[in-house]
Structure formats: C-alpha cells, structure tokens
C-alpha cells in the first residue's frame, strides 16, 4: 500500500529534512510551500531521486481554501493521505509584549495556531476510516517555547505553541484509535527561521547555555517525526517528544 504524507513547510529546515527523511521511509510526499517555490521543488526533486513520488504545492497554511486546496492535490497526484506533518510556523521580531502591535499577533497566530488547526481539520476529515479515510498519523510541531514562554522574545509565538500542544491532546482523543495524534517540541534548532525573527545568530548564540552545549540539527528533530508517523510508535499517541538537547 502506497504512504501519502503531507509536510505543510516542507520547503526548508526541519520540514525539508522530515520530507527527505519520510521519503527513506518508504513515503510519498506533498512538499508545502509558502512563496519559495525553488526551494520546495528542489525538496520534491530529491525525494525522487530517493525512489519515492513528490509534488511541491503552494498555499498559505493560514487560509482555508489554500489548506483544502493542499489536501485536494494531495490525495489527486499522490493517492489517499495517511500522514500530515504539521510543521509551518513563523516567529515574529524579538520585542517585548508591551511593544507588540496587533498586526504581529495575528501574523504569528493566524499562522501558527488557525494554520495548526486548519490542517488538523483537513486530518480530521480525510484520515479516519470511519470517513472512509486509510488511518494514520498526525504531528504537530511544536516548540519547547511553549513551556519557557520565551520572555523578552516573542511570548506570543510561545502561547501559540502552547495551544498546538492542547491541539494535539485533544485531537488525539478525538481521533483514537484509528488515527495518533503526537508533538515534537524543538528546542534551539539551526534553521533559517531565527533569521527570519531578526536573529540569524540565535541558535549558534544560545546554544552554549543549552545541557547539550549545542544547536540542533533539522534531521534531529525530522527522525523524532518520521518515527512518530510510523508504525513503529503504534501504542504512542496524544504525546509530545522535546527534541531539544535538555533545554
Ligand atoms: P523555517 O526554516 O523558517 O521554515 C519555515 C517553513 O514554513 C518554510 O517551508 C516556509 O515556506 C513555511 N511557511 C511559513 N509560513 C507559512 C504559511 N503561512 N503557510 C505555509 N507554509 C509556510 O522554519 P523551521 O525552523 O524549520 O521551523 C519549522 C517548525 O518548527 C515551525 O513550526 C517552528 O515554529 C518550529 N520550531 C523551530 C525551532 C527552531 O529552532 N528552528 C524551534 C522550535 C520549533 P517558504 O519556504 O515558502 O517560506
């Protein structure tokens, strides 16, 4: 039986490395997109030359019809999908709350939390046999964020970790048994988005004060995914894994 993943930011860091990872894992896979269409071409372009087949799909996880839209080619050009990545996210410049504009909070929140939710509900409505759906799984990633709140930095992208986390446990029991739902909650990984929040050293700056004396690395926090999605982790859902070196 064919593996139909969907990876929303599948474009780059940890959503490109959960792609190519799912992919030696016997996946087929539909690379989400934003705007950087190169970039997530290039990641369909190698998870074929891995044996396995990829589209590369643009949409705004944080728009209804883009998401429905997603999970409609998906299943046209890759077969009925059985497991969702749900790994988009943005952060926002670091400030503190008092410096916040409204149009920042509903950036990060429409991005990361309605986009989270928007997603689930695609999941919701296609994975489970009862709705004629194949079964599977579910991640979310999260962040460790969610339980440091990240003062001084952005609290709000902290809390709308949070939320994804209560979006995993109660999906999770909405779902089982036929579907699992988990979370993996990274902590300092070496991606492009702390560039993104106006920090491109924050990893590499704070990883020193982080037990593991390091960043991480995406294909650390793509193996806790790629084993959460498998077979493998049966008896395991409604959880999180922190992948975040102790931090
Ligand atoms: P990244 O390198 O900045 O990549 C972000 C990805 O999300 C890109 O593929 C981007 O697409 C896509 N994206 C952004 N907004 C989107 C939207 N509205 N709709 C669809 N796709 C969108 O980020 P990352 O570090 O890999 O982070 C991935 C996830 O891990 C996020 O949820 C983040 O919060 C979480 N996380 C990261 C860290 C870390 O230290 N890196 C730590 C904890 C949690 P384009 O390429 O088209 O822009």
Avoid at 17 to 42: I, M, P, Q, R, Y
Avoid at 75 to 87: D, K, W
């Amino acid at each position: 039986m064919t593996k139909t993943l969907v990876v929303t930011g599948g474009s780059r860091g940890i959503g490109a490395a959960t792609c190519l990872l799912a992919a030696k894992d016997g996946w087929d896979v539909a690379v989400n997109f934003a705007s950087n269409a190169a970039a997530a071409e290039d990641v369909a372009e190698q998870v074929r030359a891995l044996g396995q087949q990829a589209v590369a799909i643009q949409g705004d996880v944080a728009r209804e019809p883009d998401v429905i839209a997603l999970f409609d080619q998906a299943e046209a050009q890759l077969g009925p999908v059985s497991g969702v990545v749900n790994n988009a996210g943005v952060v926002a410049p670091s400030i503190p709350v008092a410096e916040y504009d409204i149009a920042r909070m509903r950036k990060v929140f429409d991005t990361n939390v309605m986009g989270a939710f928007l997603v689930a509900r695609e999941a919701a409505r296609r994975l489970p046999p009862e709705r004629g759906g194949p079964g599977g799984a579910v991640v979310n990633v999260s962040s460790m964020a969610a339980r440091l709140g990240s003062p001084g930095e952005y609290v709000d992208y902290a809390a709308s970790k949070g939320a994804v986390d209560t979006l995993t446990v109660g999906l999770a029991k909405e779902l089982a048994p036929s579907v699992r739902v988990n979370g993996v909650r990274p902590g300092l990984i070496a991606t492009e988005i702390h560039a993104s929040g106006g920090q491109p050293d924050r990893a590499e700056r704070l990883a020193a004060g982080s037990p593991a004396g390091r960043a991480g690395e995406a294909e650390e926090v793509a193996a806790a995914i790629v084993w959460l999605l498998s077979d493998a982790a049966s008896y395991v859902t409604g959880t999180n894994i922190d992948v975040s070196g102790g931090r």
